[in-house]
């Protein structure tokens, strides 16, 4: 397994339906009747192919970007936000505007928190955000950098502009949804979808859906959809400096690739994890001088286009079993700065 941390949050939605259906196919085989037996492989098969197809459709459902709101409901008030064992991710959701001064990214992508926030504008020349009702746009100032420079650069290589998903909270800290890295205001989720010639409505950017580029079976990009200007949009990004990593869907890494042609130098940056099919996620390294960042280390530097791209694509990685999920981080696991960064008016 690579060592990217982050876990695929559809094993989660999927659990309780394939538990069930393993459930009632231990029950039916037990039956000794052997008209029953026979009757229960044959529901057995039905089940299981039934399961086989609901994921296959089920890739729909991998870290897809749902539908927002245009009128987005309040949180409500914590009972005991105090305690010790609230989860830290109800503290930062909580937090609309970002800690003011000078901005700093503190601890890890995966545990760690962000002051000085910056916003994305939500409409620039060449990038629009969606889902703005997720209030998710911030990010340290080099990341926003960051993304109004790749949105420049990508029209170079005929990309219209970019639809840019889930960057940070206000604060950062972890989120109620979606992922467990973007804690730190330097990881950013930018969609498949070219932006469109108008400045959408908030209409739009709420309800708007991303192009998912693979394949229904999960093996390759989908032609239908694929085109090299999605292979030319990830090299740009990985070609930028402060570009560390980037996570596309495996079958996408196979497209990379095939299409990458001669100059493969910036490939390696590229890793496959599960979901991102609609999206990819590209994260920057630590700002100069930001001693409080807890650097992630860095990919290999093979291309990974190797047998290394195997494992993805058998069965069982493919359809992974359920996993357990973990307990939530509470403020006791991020960096104590994170508490007085939260705890703020
Ligand atoms: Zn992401």
């Known amino acids: 397994m690579p060592a990217w941390r982050e876990k695929p949050p559809f094993v989660w939605h999927r659990s309780p339906a394939l538990a069930y259906r393993a459930t009632n196919a231990t029950k039916i085989h037990k039956n000794k009747e052997l008209l029953m037996r026979t009757a229960a492989r044959l529901l057995a098969i039905l089940i299981l192919a039934a399961a086989g197809s609901a994921l296959a459709q089920g890739k729909h459902l991998i870290d897809p970007t749902p539908p927002g709101s245009l009128n987005p409901e309040p949180l409500p008030p914590l009972q005991n936000p105090d305690a010790p064992s609230t989860p830290a991710k109800d503290l930062f959701a909580r937090k609309s505007t970002p800690f003011p001064g000078p901005s700093r990214s503190i601890g890890g992508y995966f545990d760690g928190c962000l002051a000085g926030a910056v916003a994305l504008p939500i409409s620039g020349p060449s ?78 950017r709420e309800f708007g859906s991303a192009t998912d580029v693979v394949a229904p079976d999960m093996l390759d990009v989908d032609s239908e959809v694929w085109t090299h200007k999605h292979t030319e949009l990830i090299r740009t990004a990985a070609q930028d400096p402060a570009v560390i990593r980037i996570l596309v869907n495996p079958a996408i890494k196979k497209a990379l690739c095939r299409e990458a042609g001669a100059d493969r130098a910036w490939l390696f940056k590229v890793r496959p994890w599960y979901g991102h099919a609609e999206h990819f996620h590209v994260q920057i390294a630590c700002p100069p001088g930001s001693a409080e960042c807890k650097p992630q280390p860095p990919p290999r530097p093979s291309d990974g286009c190797d047998h290394e791209l195997d494992f993805w694509f058998k069965q069982s990685t493919l359809h992974p079993p359920p996993s357990k999920p973990k307990p939530a981080l509470t403020l006791a696991g991020l960096p104590p700065a994170c508490k007085q960064i939260v705890k703020a008016p």
Do not use: C, Y
Not at 137 to 161: C, D, H, M, S, T
Not at 165 to 175: A, E, F, I, L, T
Not at 197 to 203: A, T
């Open 127 to 204: 990038w629009q955000v969606m889902r703005l009702s997720r209030n998710r746009n911030w990010g340290n100032p080099q990341l926003v950098r960051f993304i109004e420079r790749f949105a420049e650069n990508a029209k170079k290589v005929g990309w219209n502009g970019l639809l840019v998903g889930d960057m940070s909270q206000p604060r950062g800290g972890p989120m109620l949804s979606e992922h467990r890295s973007h804690q730190i205001g330097l990881d950013a989720d930018i969609w498949f979808t070219p932006m469109p010639d108008h400045v959408q409505s908030r209409e739009e």
